[in-house]
């Protein structure tokens, strides 16, 4: 376990034998030894160690329909009506970036994915035991709206050495990171995904626009 960059090389020795050879950028090295007799003991002394991987829904192995590039809503249902004339079965439908407002994250654009309509759109699939899935990405983009606002005021934000935040290009222009190794960024993150999927709440209420960016 090491955090810097790291190369690992299997070389032979004058006498035959094998070692290994760890170069690496810096910090402290964890190593974790697995010396079963056979390959598969290995594995599964190493599953024993990291755990064991999470058991897959049943419909993650059908077919799914996934893009970049979504026009708008219409098009999406369009897809979906197609699927069923041509006899596709479709199992889950997925919408990328697409439906955010200036591809914010934790935000629904308003003209091309109204919320209605999207709700029609899930409920159909839901109908015909399908499913629906939006990607999420953890850039958050630096505009003065409820989720920039609140990640601000958790901390639970990546900033420099200087205490300036940490920003990086995303899908909406530079944006911001949560720490995941923060303390509040798995509660803030949590409550923003239970604020959106509700049905109860509004989706997106900010009219700010593209210019509003807090660190011109």
Same mark, same amino acid.
């Given at each position: 376990?090491?955090?810097?960059?790291?190369?690992?090389?299997?070389?032979?020795?004058?006498?035959? #034998?094998?070692? /290994?050879?760890?170069?690496?950028? &810096?910090?402290?090295?964890?190593?974790?030894?697995?010396?079963?007799?056979?390959?598969?003991?290995?594995?599964?002394?190493?599953?024993?160690?990291?755990?064991?991987?999470?058991?897959?829904?049943?419909?993650?192995?059908?077919?799914?329909?996934?893009?970049? &590039?979504?026009?708008?809503?219409?098009?999406? *249902?369009?897809?979906?009506?197609?699927?069923?004339?041509?006899?596709?079965?479709?199992?889950?439908?997925?919408?990328?970036?697409?439906?955010?407002?200036? $591809?914010?994250?934790?935000?629904?654009?308003? /003209?091309?994915?109204?919320?209605?309509?999207?709700? @029609?759109?899930?409920?159909?699939?839901?109908?015909?035991?399908?499913?629906?899935?939006?990607?999420?990405?953890?850039?958050?983009?630096?505009?003065?709206? *409820?989720?920039?606002?609140?990640?601000?005021?958790?901390?639970?934000?990546?900033?420099? $050495?200087? &205490?300036?935040?940490?920003? &990086?290009?995303?899908?909406?222009?530079?944006?911001?990171?949560?720490?995941?190794? +923060?303390?509040?960024?798995? #509660?803030?993150?949590?409550?923003?995904?239970? $604020?959106?999927?509700? @049905?109860?709440?509004?989706?997106? +209420?900010? *009219? *700010?626009?593209?210019?509003?960016?807090? /660190?011109?």
């Amino acid at each position: 376990m090491n955090s810097n960059g790291i190369e690992v090389r299997i070389d032979k020795d004058a006498d035959g #034998g094998q070692h /290994l050879e760890y170069s690496a950028l &810096g910090a402290v090295f964890d190593f974790y030894f697995m010396i079963g007799s056979r390959p598969k003991e290995t594995s599964v002394q190493y599953a024993e160690l990291i755990g064991h991987a999470a058991l897959m829904p049943y419909w993650g192995f059908s077919y799914h329909q996934c893009k970049y &590039g979504w026009q708008d809503i219409y098009e999406v *249902t369009g897809v979906i009506a197609n699927y069923s004339a041509a006899n596709i079965p479709l199992e889950t439908m997925w919408t990328d970036t697409d439906y955010m407002k200036y $591809r914010r994250t934790i935000s629904l654009d308003p /003209l091309r994915f109204p919320l209605s309509k999207g709700r @029609q759109v899930v409920d159909y699939l839901h109908e015909h035991q399908q499913h629906y899935i939006v990607m999420v990405d953890p850039a958050v983009a630096p505009y003065p709206h *409820t989720p920039f606002r609140q990640l601000i005021a958790s901390g639970s934000f990546l900033r420099k $050495r200087d &205490g300036s935040l940490y920003t &990086g290009a995303a899908w909406a222009g530079p944006s911001v990171f949560p720490d995941w190794f +923060a303390p509040n960024t798995q #509660g803030y993150w949590t409550e923003h995904f239970a $604020r959106f999927f509700n @049905q109860s709440s509004p989706k997106m +209420a900010d *009219t *700010t626009g593209p210019r509003d960016d807090p /660190l011109q």
